[in-house]
């Protein structure tokens, strides 16, 4: 998912189709975890980060050198925050640095 797909997160509005696509897909996953938790599977999103591949660069220009992550930097993030969770967290939605992000 991305952080613009937060409601509760949007304080700039615009990116129409992107926020009203990555919204969708917190809502699947957030209603296939309620269904899924029966079955002893857990589901949540997660939010790469601003990450250097061809999709973010017509972006790029307005990220901090600091805030734009390599694809080794956003897999590692990635991984350690999903190895760190439990069943607990499933339907949540949660950053690169393992913050949670309201829906």
Known sequence: SAR????GDNGMGGWYSYRI????LNMAT???SLELKRSGVWCVS??????????SKPFQK??????LFTTKFTVSQL???VESMDVSHTGSFFAWDGQ???W
Do not use: Y
């Not at 696509?21 to 969708?24: C, D, E, F, H, N």
């Not at 997660?46 to 999709?55: E, I, S, V």
């Open 4 to 7: 613009v797909g937060s409601i």
């Open 21 to 24: 696509s990555k919204a969708a």
């Open 62 to 67: 307005n990220v901090k050198p600091e805030k």
């Open 30 to 32: 957030k209603n296939m």
């Open 79 to 81: 991984l350690g925050v």
């Open 100 to 102: 949670e992000i309201e």
């Open 46 to 55: 997660l939010h790469p980060g601003t990450t250097d591949t061809g999709l």
